[in-house]
């Protein structure tokens, strides 16, 4: 998809706050600083729109973007970020958890793990709880330029052995630096959305 225009309508913890119009969504989730918004920012051919942070723990509440008034992305909390109290987690959680079990309007997830290393637990879990409420999962390993293309294979086999994903999991490697696995990912989302 050519994407010229982008609107962030709305930042919401509530369902009450979720955007009104029936376009379809596809939500982005993963650990904190794993490179949702690089991800979001790639797709979308902007620099910085959503915005990228060192820190990790920067998005605390469900980011919507409008993308050519055709469909919504859903920036997603990061999960698993330690300097944030257990209060401070869990409500996001039942944020997450509120949005994934109920949005009728949510088409796919989009879950990123880091592709250098090993899906952690919390990936694990992150995937459980996609399944439960059975909805079409993308896995996105990020940062793959930082592993050499020899080794990518293997990064793509412990990915999809650590995960235990079902047949109908769709698995893709990605890289914000050179692009790597964007057209694949813009195919899943244009098939989920259509």
């Known amino acids: 998809m050519q994407v010229h225009n982008v609107d962030l309508t709305?930042?919401?913890?509530?369902?009450e706050q979720y955007p009104s119009t029936n376009y379809p969504e596809i939500a982005f989730a993963g650990r904190s600083n794993v490179g949702k918004s690089s991800l979001i920012n790639a797709l979308i051919n902007r620099k910085s729109y959503a915005r990228t942070s060192s820190q990790p723990g920067k998005t605390q509440t469900l980011n919507f973007y409008d993308i050519?008034?055709?469909l919504y992305f859903v920036d997603v909390p990061g999960y698993g970020y330690a300097k944030v109290s257990q209060k401070e987690r869990d409500k996001w959680g039942q944020m997450i958890e509120t949005y994934l079990s109920s949005r009728q309007q949510l088409r796919g997830v989009v879950s990123l793990v880091d592709g250098r290393h090993a899906p952690t637990k919390l990936d694990q879990q992150?995937?459980?709880l996609?399944?439960?409420y059975d909805l079409p999962v993308l896995v996105v390993g990020t940062k793959i330029d930082k592993v050499k293309k020899g080794k990518r294979n293997q990064s793509f086999s412990i990915i999809k052995k650590t995960l235990d994903l079902r047949p109908q999991d769709e698995l893709i490697l990605f890289s914000a630096l050179d692009k790597t696995g964007k057209d694949?990912?813009?195919k899943w989302i244009e098939a989920k959305t259509k």
């Open 126 to 128: 992150m995937l459980s």
């Open 184 to 186: 694949e990912i813009w």
């Open 130 to 132: 996609l399944h439960y």
């Open 68 to 70: 050519e008034s055709l």
């Open 10 to 15: 709305i930042s919401a913890v509530r369902p």
